[in-house]
């Protein structure tokens, strides 16, 4: 063992400590601007004060430990909203598993699918992608119930391990997975955002700006939608070759994550129009103008035609 070996290693940063006196300022916290970028927002005597990162560096004092931080809070943006000193690192960073917190009936689906998968695999008939509803009701149907004991058997054998082994296995990727059913749950309605732009292009029949607006939101969302989409569809697929999912339960746990972060990501984005949405009353009026505003500023910045967005 060498020297450097042997020494002690730091433990690895855990939490957002800044040195340096800036971000001590007051409401001092780490936000995506609307153009992407990340950006330090503070209270500066009266005044709100934003500045992108590049900035905060070369205008301040940093400290090269803090300005490592800061190439972490940049990456963290995409798993937070909000960053403030002394907030914990996202643990999509640390360890890779999810910051954010699902309810045990997302696991519930992702076992079922999984399950559903695996019996499908043991008595040869493929089972196509199915919605939460068809899902329950082939999961408890008696033919199914019947055959999961041999399914789990012979998946056994083919692994080389037990019965607790696969179980083990589908468990770990049942944690991975729920989030991916979390995520399927919540772009329903990032998708209705669309339905809801042709809507009130009825209610605003007349007013040439704004449908022109809404129809941009819709062209301009076409491609992320059908990206959206395709990601649940790979991550469908992965589960549709469920004894290979079992065999390279590592590797596909790296997939499973990349895609959840991806989702994440655009979901954070779509949250604020989400909520505001639901208690929109769709009619001609200055609110639903107000929020074909924000959804045309969102989609333009976020997606704008002709630039690779994912």
């Known amino acids: 063992m060498s020297a450097d070996e042997a020494k002690p290693q730091p433990a690895p940063v855990q939490s957002f400590n ?3 006196k800036v971000f001590g300022m007051p409401e001092a916290r780490f936000v995506l601007a609307h153009d ?5 927002r503070m209270i500066v005597g009266t005044m709100q004060a934003s500045l992108p990162l590049n900035t905060v560096v070369s205008s301040f004092q940093i400290s090269d430990p803090d300005k490592e931080l800061l190439n972490v809070v940049a990456k963290s943006l995409k798993y937070v909203k909000e960053i403030r000193p002394g907030d914990s690192i996202p643990s999509e960073i640390l360890d890779g598993s999810a910051s954010w917190a699902i309810d045990e009936r997302h696991n519930d689906v992702a076992r079922k699918r999984l399950t559903v998968q695996l019996v499908g695999w043991f008595t040869g008939e493929a089972v196509e992608t199915l919605d939460v509803e068809q899902l329950a009701k082939l999961a408890d149907d008696p033919k ?4 999961v004991n041999e399914a789990f058997q012979k998946a056994a054998t083919s692994i080389g391990t037990d019965k607790d082994g696969v179980l083990q296995r589908i468990e770990t990727l049942v944690r991975e ?4 059913e979390a995520l399927r ?7 209705r955002v669309d339905q809801t732009m042709g809507a009130l292009s009825t209610y605003f029949h007349g007013d040439t700006t704004t449908l022109e607006s809404i129809q941009r939101i819709r062209a301009l969302m076409r491609k992320p ?15 549709g070759e469920v004894l290979s999912a079992l065999k390279n339960v590592g590797a596909q746990i790296d997939f499973i994550r990349k895609c959840r972060d991806e989702l994440w990501d655009h979901y954070m984005s779509w949250e604020p129009i989400l909520e505001e949405m639901q208690g929109l009353e769709l009619e001609r009026n200055p609110a639903c ?7 045309y500023q969102l989609a333009a910045t976020r997606y704008p035609q002709g630039v690779s967005w994912r």
């Open 18 to 20: 800044f040195e340096s």
């Open 36 to 40: 992407g970028q990340p950006t330090l």
């Open 144 to 147: 199914v119930t019947a055959r």
């Open 177 to 180: 997975l729920g989030y991916i």
């Open 185 to 191: 749950e919540r772009f329903i309605r990032v998708r």
């Open 225 to 239: 939608l059908t990206r959206f989409q395709t990601v649940f569809d790979e991550v469908d697929a992965m589960t």
């Open 289 to 295: 103008a107000n929020f074909i505003r924000k959804v």
